[in-house]
């Protein structure tokens, strides 16, 4: 905090709730380590106020944003520009502010000096994808996902991310489930649509799966049910079940799979490579993975 001056640039994570976020432990870390004079905040921001604070950071020249629960789907309409993957995916959690180049090109503005910063366009990436790939490699020891069977909980832009990113890694069988099941069967329906080789079923599979992943905010708080039942995890006990909160370390969905006999991992890996990947866009850097992995270690685990 004493090196924040007037010379300081800013980049964000928008969230609500956002308390819970390690966002700022592993960003202000990897950006002491890289000597960038910036400084990442966590900023709660209602639904309602989220197109008003996305304009304010265009106007206040701020790096760029990060988006949480539950801003993700919102997003996909408040941006300029809209990368593939993420119009593909539905879902927004990374912006990046950019201006012309003097040869015309669009470039980050972490990447041009203040002076230089003209006109500003936001530009939404899906970063969560790739993060969860590599977490899911790195996790279980897991580096090809051809030919797997899994079951998705849920269908918001967590759930979609990680939907597109399974079938374009040639799962064999989806079975998505949701608390909306007209969600579930849009998401299904948009599925079949791109990738008509995948079987993708709306319930509960009845045979045991080899991944089961929770995409659902249910287990942020200690008084959240679990999002399976513990006697269907006993009973089909799938091969891994991973969990993407990482606040607790260990939700009861996963100490319920754990004591069935399953692999479990939360979503550390996913927050660490997906927020690595969106420094990388910022700044145009390769990330420092191994310190922001420490200092979400610390954050989280204490």
């Known amino acids: 905090m004493e090196l924040i001056n007037a010379s300081t640039r800013y980049c964000a994570v ?13 960003q202000n870390a990897a950006l002491k380590e890289l000597n960038l004079p910036w400084c990442y ?11 008003a604070a996305i304009a304010g ?17 919102a997003a996909l309409e408040m941006v300029d520009v809209v990368h593939e993957k993420a119009r593909r995916s539905g879902a927004v959690n990374t912006i990046v502010f950019e201006t012309p180049s003097l040869g015309g090109d669009w470039v980050p503005l972490g990447q041009v000096a203040v002076e230089d910063v003209g006109p500003i366009r936001s530009h939404g990436y899906n970063t969560d994808a790739q993060g969860l790939a590599r977490s899911l490699e790195e996790d279980f020891q897991w580096p090809d996902l051809r030919g797997a069977s899994v079951l998705l909980l849920g ?3 967590a759930a979609r991310a990680a939907a597109l990113q399974l079938a374009e890694e040639g799962i064999d069988s989806l079975f998505l489930v ?3 099941g007209a969600k579930a069967e849009q998401l ?17 599979p009845h045979d045991p799966v080899d991944l089961v992943i929770n995409a659902t905010s249910v287990g942020l708080k200690a008084s959240d049910p679990p999002p399976l039942a513990e006697e269907w995890l006993e009973s089909r006990r799938p091969r891994r079940v991973y969990d993407v909160i990482y606040r607790p370390a260990e939700t009861r969905l996963l100490r319920a799979a754990k004591k069935a006999g399953c692999q479990t991992a939360n979503g550390l890996g996913l927050l660490l490579y997906q927020g690595a990947a969106a420094l990388e866009l910022w700044s145009g850097r390769a990330a420092p993975v191994a310190v922001m992995r420490a200092a979400l270690q610390k954050d989280i685990y204490g």
């Open 155 to 157: 269908a918001g832009g």
């Open 41 to 51: 905040l966590a900023l709660e921001v209602h639904p309602q106020d989220l197109r």
């Open 14 to 26: 928008l969230g609500h709730p956002v308390r819970h976020s390690a966002s700022p432990a592993m």
């Open 188 to 204: 299904a329906a948009e599925l079949r649509g791109g990738f008509p080789k995948i079987h993708i079923i709306t319930r509960l």
């Open 178 to 180: 949701n608390r909306t």
């Open 57 to 73: 950071a265009k106007a206040m020249k701020l790096i760029g944003l990060n988006l949480t629960v539950p801003h993700k789907t």
